[in-house]
């Protein structure tokens, strides 16, 4: 559990010859590619409306997606800082759209942030959490950049 034996990732530390283990790490592998393909729909689905009507069809959409998808491996595997790119990205704008928001348009929607109760004092505590991590990880997302840089 302890010690310099163990691995940084979970996964490492299971037993190589048991067939849960390669369960778990394949279901860890499944996790990041579904969500892939999620946050680039929005993306494919813009640069397929940008064609004219008699150019949409299977083949164009097969090459768009595969295109993108192509495209952001060759970015991650060129750009030497792209992780830390991308959690410059993360800190800034999951946290805004994950925390800040959902609790700022609640107290908005049912206009609670009129009334000082424990329900708006909690919320409000949640959003300046949110607020100190997001600034938080965002310093530290360009502290990394401009060390590699």
């Known amino acids: 559990m302890y010690g310099t034996k163990v691995d940084s990732q979970i996964t ?4 190589k010859d048991k067939v849960m283990s390669h369960v778990a790490i394949y279901t860890t592998l ?10 680039v729909t929005p993306i494919t689905n813009a640069l397929k409306g940008l064609l004219p009507k008699q150019k949409k069809h299977k083949l164009s959409s097969v090459l768009i997606s595969t ?3 192509i495209s952001t491996v060759i970015v991650a595997l060129t750009v030497p800082f792209f992780a830390y790119l991308t ?22 929607i049912s206009g609670t942030y009129n009334k000082l109760g424990i329900e708006t004092v909690a919320i ?4 300046l959490l949110g607020v100190v991590i997001g600034i938080f990880g965002t310093w530290t997302s360009i502290v990394q950049i401009i060390e590699h840089l």
């Open 124 to 127: 409000a505590i949640i959003i």
């Open 12 to 15: 490492l530390n299971l037993p």
């Open 87 to 108: 959690s410059l990205v993360g800190a800034f704008l999951s946290i805004t759209a994950s925390i800040i928001l959902p609790c700022s348009c609640y107290l908005k």
């Open 30 to 39: 499944v996790n990041p590619i579904a969500k892939y393909a999620l946050m």
């Open 67 to 69: 295109t993108l998808v």
